[in-house]
T-cell receptor
Framework: DQQVKQNSPSLSVQEGRISILNCDYT??????FLWYKKYPAEGPTFLIS?????DKNEDGRFTVFLNKSAKHLSLHIVPSQPGDSAVYFC????????????FGTGTQLKVEL | DADVTQTPRNRITKTGKRIMLECSQT?????MYWYRQDPGLGLRLIYY???????NKGEISDGYSVSRQAQAKFSLSLESAIPNQTALYFC?????????????FGPGTRLLVL
């Protein structure tokens, strides 16, 4: 049972344009959501997070939007840069869940010149 | 220097062998985790530890064991390796904040079981 889903395995965007990565979840008990970025041969790096009491969180070029009624979150990268090319994982945790993270399967983002 | 280190970074072993993957951290975090990543499956939790005396099974603990030797060290063992344990293994740490926590990952160990 995949509780966190990233339905797009890959995404290609031109440099300077917006990248939108999507994530859906099924467990309504999740209350904290995170995005991690992963380069080849490296571990996942924390990028940005959002609590379920918010619907938007912004950090520089990165913004995460949360739509609780739709159980959907998205990561916007504006403007996209070649260095953003990586695999992006969405993850979720819940109150009382011992901070255990449930990960999506990842989306490979390629930013082209 | 990296805050979370893993050794070895790459390992090839044979079916039936016992191997140990090690994780060390300088972040001073109490909580440590072991995950594995398989193609198309994201990261899945194997074991986690909230302090030196606390060990908990994760989603996929069968075939694995762990040891928390100190606050800074958390080892993962495969008692008798099998080919379907070929994967990328990641260690992570976090600090209890009374609310929502962020986990920080090591660089990973690539394991191949022949």
């Amino acid at each position: 049972d995949q509780q966190v889903k990233q339905n797009s395995p890959s995404l290609s965007v031109q440099e300077g344009r917006i990248s939108i990565l999507n994530c859906d979840y099924t467990n309504s008990m999740f209350d904290y959501f995170l995005w991690y970025k992963k380069y080849p041969a490296e571990g996942p790096t924390f990028l940005i997070s959002i609590s379920s009491i918010k619907d938007k969180n912004e950090d520089g070029r990165f913004t995460v939007f949360l739509n609780k009624s739709a159980k959907h979150l998205s990561l916007h990268i504006v403007p996209s840069q070649p260095g953003d090319s990586a695999v992006y994982f969405c993850a979720a945790s819940r109150v009382g869940g011992g901070n255990k993270l449930t990960f999506g399967t990842g989306t490979q983002l390629k930013v082209e010149l | 220097d990296a805050d979370v280190t893993q050794t070895p970074r790459n390992r090839i072993t044979k079916t039936g062998k016992r191997i140990m993957l090690e994780c060390s951290q300088t972040k001073g975090h109490d909580r440590m985790y072991w995950y594995r990543q398989d193609p198309g499956l994201g990261l899945r939790l194997i074991y986690y530890s909230f302090d030196v005396k606390d060990i908990n099974k994760g989603e996929i603990s069968d075939g694995y064991s762990v040891s928390r030797q100190a606050q800074a060290k958390f080892s993962l063992s495969l008692e008798s390796a099998i080919p379907n344990q070929t994967a990328l293994y990641f260690c992570a740490t976090s600090e209890p904040t009374g609310g929502q926590e962020t986990q920080y990952f090591g660089p990973g160990t690539r394991l191949l079981v022949l």
